[in-house]
């Protein structure tokens, strides 16, 4: 019985696996992403469309809300979103001082912001008029709560972002981080104009 032939043996499978490009699937990702928190937020809007008119003998609208510090507190986010920007061109013209400053001031505007929602909310407790005490007042606080809590991990990501550009730079990691970040920033300032537009205003006028 002679012996089989040596057959050379051949790899058929690739070394390393194949990736599509960094960018681009973080950015889709991140796409993903916003598009997921839109729909969250529809959820909230829709619930508090339901229940806003839900009073239960309690307070409405126009006995609660301060509209100056509402408007104070609008002002910051939305002065916080055109500090971005300025972040944001300092880092495309690779000024990476201006950049880290212009950071820092938003961050300083969102921590203003937090603050205010902060005050409003332990206020409205104060006054019996807390989560449990009506369907209007739960979904309130549920969406503005809701938005307040992404605000608050945008700032703890915004001085994560911070110390990572301090320590490395403007690196290509860095500003990809930079530009999902800033997505997720303005995509809050666009939710909190309807939740002004919403909530507050057309509560004040019911």
Do not use: K
Not at 6 to 30: A, V
């Amino acid at each position: 019985m002679s012996a089989m032939p040596d057959i050379p043996r051949t790899s058929f499978h690739l070394e390393e696996e194949p990736h599509p490009p960094e960018g681009g699937s973080t950015m889709l990702g991140f796409w993903v992403y916003l598009m997921s928190d839109c729909l969250i937020f529809a959820i909230l809007f829709a619930t508090y469309g339901v229940l806003g008119g839900n009073y239960a003998a309690g307070p409405a609208p126009s006995d609660l809300f301060e509209l100056e510090l509402v408007a104070i507190n609008t002002t910051f986010l939305l002065v916080s979103s055109i500090t971005f920007g300025f972040a944001m061109l300092s880092m495309m013209q690779d000024r990476l001082r201006s950049t880290l400053i212009w950071l820092a001031v938003t961050g300083a505007f969102g921590i203003g912001f937090l603050g205010i929602e902060l005050y409003e909310f332990l206020h409205l407790i104060h006054i019996g008029a807390g989560p449990q005490r009506s369907g209007f007042l739960s979904a309130f606080f549920l969406l503005v709560g809701t938005h307040g809590l992404h605000v608050f991990f945008g700032v703890i990501w915004l001085v994560t972002l911070m110390v990572q550009v301090t320590q490395r730079g403007l690196i290509g990691a860095n500003r990809r981080r930079l530009m999902c970040l800033s997505m997720f920033w303005h995509f809050l300032d666009v939710i909190w104009i309807g939740v002004f537009t919403f909530v507050y205003l057309l509560g004040m006028l019911q």
